[in-house]
Antibody, heavy 126, light 112 residues
Framework: QITLKESGPTLVKPTQTLTLTCTFS??????????VGWIRQPPGKALEWLAL???????RYSPSLKSRLTITKDTSKNQVVLTMTNMDPVDTATYYC??????????????????WGQGTLVTVSS | QSVLTQPPSVSGAPGQRVTISCTGS?????????VHWYQQLPGTAPKLLIY???NRPSGVPDRFSGSKSGTSASLAITGLQAEDEADYYC????????????FGGGTKLTVL
C-alpha cells in the first residue's frame, strides 16, 4: 500500500524560504521509473505542477518557478524535500506530494500521478 | 491561464451523461502525448481517474471513460450519480518550454 504525507510549516512570512517534506511508504525511490512530484493548489484554483525527482536523482522543475525551487531526496529515510525561496502571499496554497509513474503508449511516454498525499495548506502572510 | 483548456463548469441530472473537454495544442495533446484525468472530491486530494487517454485504474467504475482526438481529449461520465460531483482535471506533457507536466484549469461538475 502506497502512502505519502506532507509536513512543514502552515504559516510563513513573505520573503522567507518554505521547506516541505514528503514522507512516503509502500515503494522505494531507488526503483527504476519511479518519481515523486510536488503539485500545489491555491484556494479555489487549479492544480499547478512544481517539481519532480526521479529514482536516478534526475530533477525537473516548472519553468515558471525553476529559479525558486529545489527538490531533493533521502532514499534511506523515504523522504523528498521541496524548498521554495522568497515566498509571497500568492504562494498561499495546498501543497501535495505524489508518486509518479511513467506511462508509455505506442507513440509517447508521459508522467502520471497515481498516488497522492493528503496535502498541507501553507499560508504566506506577515 | 492553463496550457490545457477545460470548461469551468458542467452540470447534469442524475442518470444523465456529461462530457468534459480538454483542449490543448500542437505542443502537447496534438503532438501525441497522452492525457490523464483526475477527480478531486470536495476537500480531498486528487485521485487518478483515467490514464493514457482511456484506461481506468482498478476500482474506477466503467461509467467513466476517456478519449482523445487531435488536439483535444474528453472525459465522459454516464449514469451520473450525486457522488460524482467534484472537480475534474486533465493532465499531459508539453514539449515547449520543457514543461514536463501541464494541468488543465479544472471543471466543476454539478449534479442537479
Amino acid at each position: 500500500q502506497i502512502t505519502l504525507k506532507e509536513s512543514g510549516p502552515t504559516l510563513v512570512k513573505p520573503t522567507q524560504t518554505l521547506t516541505l517534506t514528503c514522507t512516503f511508504s509502500g515503494f522505494s525511490l531507488s526503483t527504476s521509473g519511479v518519481g515523486v512530484g510536488w503539485i500545489r493548489q491555491p484556494p479555489g484554483k487549479a492544480l499547478e505542477w512544481l517539481a519532480l525527482i526521479y529514482w536516478d536523482d534526475d530533477k525537473r522543475y516548472s519553468p515558471s518557478l525553476k529559479s525558486r525551487l529545489t527538490i531533493t531526496k533521502d532514499t534511506s529515510k523515504n523522504q523528498v524535500v521541496l524548498t521554495m525561496t522568497n515566498m509571497d502571499p500568492v504562494d498561499t496554497a495546498t501543497y501535495y506530494c505524489a508518486h509518479s509513474s511513467l506511462y508509455c503508449s505506442s507513440t509517447s511516454c508521459s508522467l502520471l500521478f497515481d498516488y497522492w498525499g493528503q496535502g498541507t495548506l501553507v499560508t504566506v502572510s506577515s | 491561464q492553463s496550457v490545457l483548456t477545460q470548461p469551468p463548469s458542467v452540470s447534469g441530472a442524475p442518470g444523465q451523461r456529461v462530457t468534459i473537454s480538454c483542449t490543448g495544442s500542437s505542443s502537447n495533446i496534438g503532438a501525441g502525448y497522452d492525457v490523464h484525468w483526475y477527480q478531486q472530491l470536495p476537500g480531498t486530494a486528487p485521485k487518478l481517474l483515467i490514464y493514457g487517454n482511456s484506461n481506468r485504474p482498478s476500482g474506477v467504475p466503467d461509467r467513466f471513460s476517456g478519449s482523445k482526438s487531435g488536439t483535444s481529449a474528453s472525459l465522459a461520465i454516464t449514469g451520473l450519480q450525486a457522488e460524482d460531483e467534484a472537480d475534474y482535471y486533465c493532465q499531459s506533457y508539453d514539449s515547449s518550454l520543457s514543461d514536463l507536466v501541464v494541468f488543465g484549469g479544472g471543471t466543476k461538475l454539478t449534479v442537479l
